[in-house]
């Protein structure tokens, strides 16, 4: 008898799906909200694999879900998970890491562009019928080349985007992560510092961090007192991690020259959300790895991820490998 899996998504590539449905049974859930939250979790109670993006599923989810196998979330991040919640219980979870880094570091530096240069608010103004003589001072932006690119979180996207900084934009590195990154410090001549030096030093701070109890809500009103007040703040990441009313008072009182932001405290982002007001914010609808081709990678690495836990292997991609015997 084949495999019962869920499919949490708005629709997975025809081929992958293909392959997904030659060895499973599949039943498709294009979204989860309130109207059938109880209908997913009847589903999951009868399934012994899921793979999707996107939803908040709580250990309570998992209770009565005893032949689940594997989870396999089609993203890098997996804070809509409890790991060790899902270890506990004898579930495998995967994600899918590297076929993202290069477009997600792509987002990132865009943002870095799109701020300094201020890319956004000048193609509106354009746009608009007001540019009507040759634009003056009012205009300006900052130079990105030459500058310092404080990066805190120097995993796989962190120095993708260091590389970009350094071997494109002849940009010093500053680095802050949990260990030394050996391979990017030779690379890119980034050189490891404290938090508070990165947040001293930088003409642009990216945060590349994952959302964690560590990390939530760990940039705030004292992390933006220290930047500097020409600084660009660029959050590529998870929302969480920064307290966002604290940014929004730092972009009031002027204590940095800017932001940009793929990711958000709520997606999407309610359409009156104070920092929406800021010309100098350029907000983006969290499309860190949003690309056909790395969108097509992602699905296809999931589904990979997921047939090997059905079939017990182990899977290239296991967050909580520890969680089943292979
Ligand atoms: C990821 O892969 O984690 C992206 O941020 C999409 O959620």
New binding site residues.
């Given amino acids: 008898m084949k495999k019962r899996v869920i499919v949490f998504h708005r629709k997975l590539p025809a081929p992958e799906l293909a392959r997904l449905e030659a060895e499973c049974a599949v039943t498709h859930f294009e979204q989860v909200n309130q109207a059938n939250r109880t209908e997913f979790i009847a589903a999951i109670h009868q399934a012994h694999g899921m793979i999707g993006?996107?939803v908040k599923l709580d250990d309570t989810m998992f209770a009565g879900a005893t032949d689940l196998e594997a989870i396999a979330t089609i993203?890098?991040?997996y804070d809509n998970y409890d790991v060790a919640g899902l270890t506990r219980r004898g579930i495998v979870l995967t994600n899918?890491p590297d076929v993202?880094t290069e477009s997600t570091a792509d987002t990132i530096f865009s943002l870095v562009l799109a701020t300094a240069r201020r890319i956004v608010e000048l193609a509106e103004f354009v746009k608009a019928g007001r540019w009507q003589r040759s634009i003056g001072e009012a205009q300006f932006g900052t130079d990105v080349h030459g500058k310092t690119l404080g990066i805190l979180g120097l995993g796989r996207i962190g120095s993708a985007v260091a590389r970009r900084g350094h071997l494109g934009f002849g940009m010093p590195i500053l680095y802050h992560n949990r260990s030394r990154n050996l391979e990017t410090e030779a690379q890119c001549a980034a050189r490891y510092c404290s938090r508070e030096e990165l947040l001293r030093e930088s003409d642009f701070i990216c945060v590349v961090l994952p959302l964690t109890a560590e990390t939530e809500n760990s940039i705030g009103a004292a992390e933006f007192a220290q930047m500097k007040p020409g600084a660009f703040f660029i959050n590529g990441s998870r929302g969480k991690i920064v307290d966002e009313p604290a940014l929004i008072e730092a972009l009031e009182k002027e204590q940095i020259r800017g932001a940009g932001l793929d990711v958000f405290v709520r997606e999407p982002l309610p359409a009156d959300s104070p920092l929406l007001r800021f010309p100098n914010v350029v907000a983006l609808p969290?499309i860190?790895?949003a690309t056909h081709e790395t969108r097509y990678a992602m699905a296809q690495c999931a589904v990979t991820n997921l047939l090997d836990a059905l079939a017990g292997r182990r899977p290239p991609d296991a967050v909580n490998p520890e969680a089943r015997a292979w």
Wanted: aromatic content about 0%; proline content about 0%.
């Fill in positions: 993006a996107s993203s890098v991040g899918t993202l969290h860190g790895s």
